[in-house]
């Protein structure tokens, strides 16, 4: 009955250096959601993934972000060469169908600092 | 550019009394939306979801309703609590697409 997982549940990284949250989905969910929260904002999308494939990453920087939901494993969201904005709640979802008529869950998200 | 709209950052309300949370969207294809609830530090937690067909969903203490036609939904919380406090989240979706909108939140405060 484990829900979403995510770790680290904070991290901090220096400008230039590289980051790494990882996401399991609830048990049986294939659909998984990356979302951004910066301070005093809503929750942004940043991309969807179904096992082995990016299906949707239209909200995702083009450049030093990059999203991946393995076959065996847990999804990974990669964050290179970090800078004072990407600080920020990152949040992971996962849903049994795909987005559209269904519930997602939430993890407890990665507080990502960058100093 | 923002599809789902929370136009009040905050609420205050008397312990025992009715919350009233308020959306508006304005996507046509949307036709499925959801409340999150948001503890700080913490990740939203789903509350309670309407599909476009239905006017109204009711899940104990919470009430969702929809009004097509003014592309507006509201949380009903009756009676309010303090463990009520929070920051809402409005989402919706479309049956086909890839994501879920959110809004900007409400932070609830519930008096006791």
């Known amino acids: 009955n484990a829900g979403v997982m995510q770790n680290p549940r904070h991290l901090v990284r220096r400008r230039g250096q590289e980051a790494r949250l990882r996401c399991s989905p609830m048990?049986?969910?294939?659909?998984v959601y990356w979302y951004r929260q910066l301070p005093e904002e809503g929750l942004k999308f940043m991309v969807y993934?179904?096992?082995?494939?990016?299906?949707?990453e239209s909200g995702m920087p083009k450049e030093r972000f990059s999203a991946e939901f393995p076959k065996e494993g847990p999804s990974i969201l990669r964050i290179q060469q970090v800078v004072r904005g990407d600080s920020a709640a990152y949040f992971c979802?996962?849903?049994?169908?795909?987005?559209?008529?269904?519930?997602?869950?939430f993890g407890q998200g990665t507080r990502l600092t960058v100093v | 550019d923002q599809q789902v709209k929370q136009n009040s950052p905050s609420l205050s309300v008397q312990e025992g009394r009715i919350s009233i949370l308020n959306c508006d969207y304005t996507?046509?294809?949307?036709?499925?939306f959801l409340w999150y609830k948001k503890y700080p530090a913490e990740g939203p937690t789903f509350l309670i979801s309407?599909?476009?067909?239905?006017d109204k969903n009711e899940d104990g203490r919470f009430t969702v309703f929809l009004n097509k036609s003014a592309k507006h939904l509201s949380l009903h919380i009756v009676p309010s609590q303090p463990g009520d406090s929070a920051v809402y989240f409005c989402?919706?979706?479309?049956?086909?697409?890839?994501?879920?909108?959110f809004g900007t939140g409400t932070s609830l405060t519930v008096i006791p």
């Open positions: 996507n046509s294809m949307f036709d499925y």
């Open positions: 993934l179904q096992k082995e494939n990016i299906i949707d």
């Open positions: 309407i599909s476009s067909i239905k």
């Open positions: 048990k049986g969910h294939s659909h």
């Open positions: 979802a996962s849903s049994l169908l795909p987005g559209g008529s269904t519930e997602a869950f």
């Open positions: 989402a919706a979706s479309e049956n086909t697409g890839n994501q879920f909108y």
